[in-house]
């Protein structure tokens, strides 16, 4: 089944390392728990909110409870990363985020499933009072997403060779070009919720095209968020050991990811005319 | 290959309750979620029973309709979601490390967030009971437009909606740490065509929980939307369509029923030979029948659709595939035999559960396979012979493998012995309730009962009371098997380290270490043994 | 519960048990060509797997307890061989029964019209409504058409093309003594074709979980010779009856000013043209109300009238129990009058 992991992951087990006093093992944390409270306490509030009850408690409280143990989690990992193997808990790390975004795509899938199942079995598609999609502007937001994919390239490189500065100006860049996607879709969903009166609950139309939009755009904004958060650390001088480099993998990958989501995304919903 | 390692500094400790809530040991994880699904395991029950109280006689209405098919509802979600995946997860969580020789998971913390992150989403399950209109009572397949906001009111849908979006993060993110532990922590020499097969089965499902489970969630993401948001997606009258949602939560329906008896297969594929004194029969040819399995079992779905009024090209597609599927499962039933054919056979409860589970899971694999014939099944669907069908799969397949599994690696995990005495009374009692329970069950959906209703026509009077009454069987073996865990806790036999002599015949690692293993698992990771060339 | 009941219970069941081999909704009691065609299929799955059950059960058993020894006489631990077991037993004899069972499967699969985009011109079109059914009979010109509730009537022997719909939920149609089940799903149509070979009554179920009443939520198909089917039609084509005695006159302008109209249709009786709930116009001649729940007489007619929320919790009949004793009575002489 995975041969190449065969050989590559057997020589270079954690198991290997060292003898019983060497045997280090992370010791107790808060962290999951607290997280794990928080997305509790946020999902309780997007029940009361989604219900039409008052929610700002619950969120405000089922944040703190998400972004400071999310912080303090990433805080521990990096202080217990310098007692283990670098590059073998830069590939975990690796697998473990790659297997998150094939598990991510399957979200999308199911959405992507839902849209194409109704083009093909529907009685009609585009339903009946459903807006011509202008796909101009949309056109200019892929290709400048596209094109933010190779600038972030060129910045995951940069660092990890070293060339700070390069990296810094080329993940501005990215993160510029990042943001002019989310304008155009902003801009996007504006006109047709002003012009077009269309809406989410408009038919199932307007349903798939807010929700897969959406769902994508919150992925560019986390992405973004990543993105930043690379730049921030690129300022404080975290990167000057290039095996220490999962953050910039993840948040790099994380970008293609949202790319090639959108590039199927883009076919699918504005491009495909049956 | 590696920079320079600082040496760890000495880890804090906890003790007590805070120990429980901060431990990132994988063998105390495992410990949890066995102990979340244990309580699970008796709501539900409790919840079947209630079930088999009301559908005692025909037209009693002791428990009104609307609290029945929250009761039916509530039953599949806790045994599904809460009992039996966690179930299975924490014997993971517990047993993968310790066989392959890891000293703990990939991503410990990780780890305990996927146990802790069920926890909110279990108290939103239970919560749901009291708000206004009750839990959720949409059946656990939820087929809209009767779950839509329309037809069934009350927020009890959106928190078992958004509780089991929870608990899909759960399993993604614990099924992404299994996976990467197995890639990435064996020990040296161990290929993966060396792997224990309880890895191998995990494995499997870890791949089929990452993907089926998102597709649940934005299955769900959807639902929730038609319900709270005004979307169309399943609602005619917007354009939407139903047949679809069955398609979407069949497709992660299906590999689901795999993800659920999956490990349990590993765990069979361990204690038959161990009791037989013999090695595993046929090693590559289980794999591939996991591999097999897990393949076809996304390639299915449609078949608990073929009444839905799909094409017939559609139902031969999916009729052809739902039987191939019988082919792994009978290579694996047959080398379980073989496994033990010739062998000196000692009777252990465990090994009595596992030769219990093969008969029970033949024969729900059999019913299975029928169900999979569409003229047959356009008879059967939705009637008491499929509730007879997956209860035997379920119940005498997963939950007997459970607690096969359970008396076999309690001693490594409590360093104590069960009691044999009890744990034969506890086998014989599941094994009769089983089966009075749920074979008359094939009969009633023969003779024409459906599935999901609060009353019958009085004709299926005797078999629905002989059934209840069988409910007996099934509470006092699960109330044996508590009472021989707890006594056996404190006041068991020690047990060695190898406390089945498995290793007379095998080279399992969890048997190498104490019992209970140490906190690190291993003083020294044992070395795997050259290999044969057979 | 007392132990008498529970003894008095047991025995209700156990005779309802002995009665069961006439079960009129068990899969083996046919009365047509469809229904026996999967029941012979269905007889013959049963051996077949049985048998197969039986055997593997059985290796088992002499897996298990044939060779019983002792660590010293056993087979060595890394025996092999037995390749050809597992090659047989889990690989070519189920690809041989599968394979034929598929065949044999496929040849009844020609007895399902259920592809919906097949052109059909369906005699009657049914719909599922939470929890009852709208039946529509649809051959011939408009003054041939006419609807009805819960009650198929069918001619023996002739097939019968049935269109299925839904108005709400998924519901499926199921009458296990002419077919198998094809589901109702809202905004689509599936088909079914039905023969009957005999006359009688055949008992259907919903059989897709449609809600809190989806157990009483059930269907009765009556077979009839073909003048008989004709002579019930032809009644069905009329108006309701005009009221026979001073009482039911009284009853129906009960009927008129209570809610009743606005949920229920009464052919010939001017205002009552409600469409949520069973057409009425012939509900005399029905065996049941409450959809097959409960049986056709005056007094389960006035407990319908007042009391439908203890009987179907949750249906979307009201309990009406604001009339008093005499208005109550009249109108159920009325509904009762409606031939």
Same mark, same amino acid.
């Given at each position: 089944m995975n041969t190449a992991t065969d050989t590559l992951s057997a020589s270079a087990g954690h198991a290997a390392s060292g003898e019983a006093a060497h045997i280090h093992l992370p010791g107790p944390s808060f962290w999951p728990i607290l997280l794990a409270l928080g997305m509790g306490l946020v999902t309780t509030g997007f029940f009361f909110w989604a219900t039409g009850a008052s929610a700002n408690w619950w969120f405000g409280l089922g944040a703190i409870f998400c972004i400071v143990p999310a912080m303090g989690w990433a805080t521990t990992i990096a202080a217990e990363r310098r007692h283990m193997d670098p590059a073998q808990t830069s590939t975990d790390l690796r697998r473990g985020f790659l297997l998150f975004l094939v598990s991510e795509s399957c979200i999308f899938g199911s959405f992507f499933a839902h849209n194409i199942y109704l083009r093909f079995f529907a009685p009609a598609w585009p339903p009946p009072g459903a807006p011509v999609l202008a796909t101009q502007l949309p056109a200019i937001g892929t290709l400048v997403l596209v094109l933010s994919s190779f600038t972030v390239n060129i910045a995951h490189h940069a660092i990890k060779s070293g060339k700070i500065t390069r990296a810094k100006n080329w993940l501005i860049l990215t993160i510029v070009m990042g943001i002019v996607f989310l304008g155009i879709q902003a801009y996007d969903w504006g006109f047709l919720l002003q012009f077009d009166k269309f809406t989410i609950s408009k038919g199932v139309f307007g349903s798939g095209y807010y929700l897969m939009t959406g769902f994508h755009g919150m992925h560019v904004l986390v992405g973004l968020l990543m993105l930043g958060l690379v730049y921030w650390r690129l300022e404080r001088g975290d990167y000057n050991n290039p095996t220490y480099s999962f953050s910039t993998d993840a948040a790099a990958y994380y970008w293609h990811f949202v790319d090639i989501v959108w590039i199927f995304l883009f076919f699918t919903i504005y491009l495909l005319k049956f | 290959m590696s920079t320079e390692v600082l040496a760890a500094p000495a880890p804090k400790t906890y003790s007590g309750l805070l120990d429980w809530l901060t431990t990132t040991d994988h063998k105390k994880i495992g410990l949890l979620y066995l102990g979340f699904a244990f309580i699970n395991i008796w709501l539900g029950g409790a919840l079947a029973g209630l079930i088999r109280l009301n559908l005692f006689n025909p037209g009693w209405h002791i428990i009104a309709p609307n609290v029945y098919n929250q009761l039916i509802t509530m039953h599949a979600t806790l045994m599904i979601f809460m009992a039996v995946m966690p179930a299975f997860a924490g014997m993971g969580n517990y047993l993968i490390p310790l066989m392959i020789?890891?000293?703990?998971?990939?991503?410990?913390?990780?780890?305990?967030?996927?146990?802790?992150?069920?926890?909110?989403?279990?108290?939103?399950?239970?919560?749901?009971?009291?708000? =206004?209109?009750?839990?959720?009572?949409?059946?656990?397949?939820?087929?809209?437009?009767?779950?839509?906001?329309?037809?069934?009111?009350?927020?009890?849908?959106?928190?078992?909606?958004?509780?089991?979006?929870?608990?899909?993060?759960?399993?993604?993110?614990?099924?992404?740490?299994?996976?990467? /532990?197995?890639?990435?922590?064996?020990?040296?020499?161990?290929?993966?065509?060396?792997?224990?097969?309880? %890895?191998?089965?995990?494995?499997?499902?870890?791949?089929?929980?990452?993907?089926?489970? $998102?597709?649940?969630?934005?299955?769900?993401?959807?639902?929730?939307?038609?319900?709270?948001?005004? /979307?169309?997606?399943?609602?005619?009258?917007?354009?939407?369509?139903?047949?679809?949602?069955?398609?979407?939560?069949?497709?992660?329906?299906?590999?689901? %029923?795999?993800?659920?008896?999956?490990?349990?297969?590993?765990?069979?594929?361990?204690?038959? $030979?161990?009791?037989?004194?013999?090695?595993?029969?046929?090693?590559?040819?289980?794999?591939?029948?996991?591999?097999?399995?897990?393949?076809?079992?996304?390639?299915?779905?449609?078949?608990?659709?073929?009444?839905?009024?799909?094409?017939?090209?559609?139902?031969?597609?999916?009729?052809?595939?739902?039987?191939?599927?019988?082919?792994?499962?009978?290579?694996?039933?047959?080398?379980?035999?073989?496994?033990?054919?010739?062998?000196?056979?000692?009777?252990?409860?465990?090994?009595?559960?596992?030769?219990?589970?093969?008969?029970?899971? /033949?024969?729900?694999?059999?019913?299975?396979?029928?169900?999979?014939?569409?003229?047959?099944?356009?008879?059967?669907?939705?009637?008491?012979?499929?509730?007879?069908?997956?209860?035997?799969?379920?119940?005498?397949?997963?939950?007997?493998?459970?607690?096969?599994?359970?008396?076999?690696?309690?001693?490594?995990?409590?360093?104590?012995?069960?009691?044999?005495?009890?744990?034969?009374?506890?086998?014989?009692?599941?094994?009769?309730?089983?089966?009075? %329970?749920?074979?008359?069950?094939?009969?009633?959906?023969?003779?024409?009962? %459906?599935?999901?209703?609060?009353?019958?026509? =009085?004709?299926?009077?005797?078999?629905?009371?002989?059934?209840?009454?069988?409910?007996?069987?099934?509470?006092?073996?699960?109330?044996?098997?508590?009472?021989?865990?707890?006594?056996?806790?404190?006041?068991?036999?020690?047990?060695?380290?190898?406390?089945?002599?498995?290793?007379?015949?095998?080279?399992?690692?969890?048997?190498?270490?104490?019992?209970?293993?140490?906190?690190?698992?291993?003083d020294e990771i044992p070395a795997m043994p050259a290999e044969e060339h057979a | 519960m007392k132990f008498r009941d529970f003894i008095a219970a047991m025995g209700i069941g156990l005779a309802s048990l002995l009665a069961g081999c006439g079960n009129p909704q068990s899969m083996f009691h046919t009365a047509g060509p469809a229904a026996q065609r999967l029941a012979h299929l269905s007889a013959f799955i049963f051996i077949l797997f049985g048998v197969v059950a039986v055997i593997t059960i059985g290796i088992l058993l002499a897996a298990g307890l044939s060779h019983r020894g002792t660590l010293d006489w056993h087979a060595p631990w890394n025996a092999s061989g037995g390749h050809k077991f597992v090659l047989y037993g889990g690989l070519v004899i189920p690809g041989i029964i599968l394979f034929v069972v598929f065949v044999l499967s496929l040849q009844r699969m020609t007895l399902f019209p259920l592809h919906r985009k097949q052109p059909m011109s369906p005699n009657i079109l049914v719909i599922g409504h939470q929890w009852w059914w709208e039946v529509r009979y649809l051959r011939g010109p408009a003054d041939q058409r006419f609807t009805t509730a819960n009650e198929i009537h069918i001619p023996v022997g002739r097939p019968v093309e049935i269109a299925l719909q839904s108005a709400d939920v998924i519901h499926s149609f199921w009458v296990p003594a002419l077919h198998g089940k094809v589901e109702m799903i809202p905004g689509l149509t599936n088909y079914l074709r039905v023969e009957a070979s005999r006359a009688g009554n055949f008992k259907g179920q919903c059989a897709e979980y449609c809600g809190a009443q989806h157990a009483h939520m059930r269907l009765l198909v009556v077979a009839q010779p073909p003048a008989a089917y004709q002579a019930w039609r032809n009644l069905q084509l009329q108006p309701a009856q005009t009221p026979a005695s001073p009482q039911a006159m009284q009853g129906r302008e009960i009927f008129l000013r209570a809610a009743c109209p606005l949920c229920h249709t009464i052919r010939g009786l001017g205002a009552a043209e409600g469409k949520a709930g069973p057409d009425l116009t012939h509900l005399a001649g029905r065996q049941y109300i409450g959809a097959n729940s409960f049986p056709n007489d005056k007094a389960d007619l006035a407990g319908w009238v007042t009391h439908a929320q203890s009987l179907k919790p949750g249906c979307k009949m009201p309990n009406l129990d604001d009339f008093t004793g005499p208005q109550l009575r009249a109108l159920v002489a009325f509904l009762d009058g409606l031939k």
């Open positions: - | 020789g890891a000293r703990d998971m990939a991503f410990p913390k990780l780890n305990a967030f996927s146990f802790w992150i069920m926890i909110p989403a279990a108290l939103m399950m239970y919560v749901s009971f009291f708000v =206004p209109g009750g839990a959720s009572r949409g059946g656990w397949w939820q087929y809209p437009p009767l779950s839509t906001f329309q037809f069934m009111g009350g927020h009890g849908e959106d928190l078992w909606i958004l509780a089991v979006i929870l608990l899909g993060i759960s399993s993604v993110t614990g099924a992404i740490n299994i996976l990467v /532990t197995i890639f990435d922590m064996r020990a040296p020499g161990m290929k993966l065509m060396r792997m224990p097969l309880f %890895v191998w089965s995990w494995l499997v499902t870890a791949t089929m929980l990452i993907v089926a489970l $998102p597709v649940l969630s934005g299955t769900m993401i959807m639902l929730l939307a038609d319900r709270l948001f005004g /979307t169309g997606f399943y609602r005619p009258a917007l354009g939407g369509d139903p047949l679809l949602y069955e398609h979407l939560f069949w497709f992660f329906g299906h590999p689901e %029923v795999y993800i659920m008896i999956l490990p349990g297969f590993g765990m069979m594929s361990h204690i038959v $030979p161990s009791f037989a004194g013999k090695k595993v029969f046929g090693y590559k040819g289980m794999v591939y029948a996991l591999c097999a399995i897990g393949l076809l079992g996304y390639t299915v779905w449609a078949h608990h659709m073929f009444t839905s009024g799909i094409t017939p090209a559609a139902q031969i597609y999916f009729s052809i595939c739902s039987m191939l599927i019988a082919i792994p499962t009978g290579v694996k039933i047959y080398s379980w035999l073989a496994s033990m054919w010739g062998g000196a056979i000692r009777f252990t409860t465990p090994m009595l559960f596992c030769l219990g589970m093969i008969a029970l899971f /033949t024969f729900g694999g059999l019913t299975g396979v029928m169900l999979a014939i569409v003229p047959f099944d356009i008879v059967v669907h939705n009637t008491y012979f499929v509730v007879g069908h997956f209860h035997y799969v379920l119940v005498g397949g997963s939950v007997m493998a459970l607690l096969g599994g359970m008396h076999f690696w309690y001693p490594k995990i409590s360093g104590r012995m069960l009691s044999e005495k009890l744990g034969h009374w506890t086998f014989w009692l599941i094994f009769i309730g089983i089966n009075w %329970v749920f074979l008359p069950m094939h009969w009633l959906g023969i003779e024409g009962m %459906v599935r999901r209703i609060a009353t019958y026509r =009085p004709q299926f009077a005797f078999w629905n009371q002989f059934i209840s009454l069988g409910f007996f069987f099934m509470l006092f073996g699960g109330l044996l098997f508590t009472w021989n865990v707890i006594v056996s806790w404190k006041k068991g036999q020690p047990a060695q380290a190898d406390a089945w002599q498995v290793n007379d015949t095998q080279q399992a690692f969890e048997w190498m270490t104490s019992s209970p293993p140490p906190v690190h698992n291993f | -």
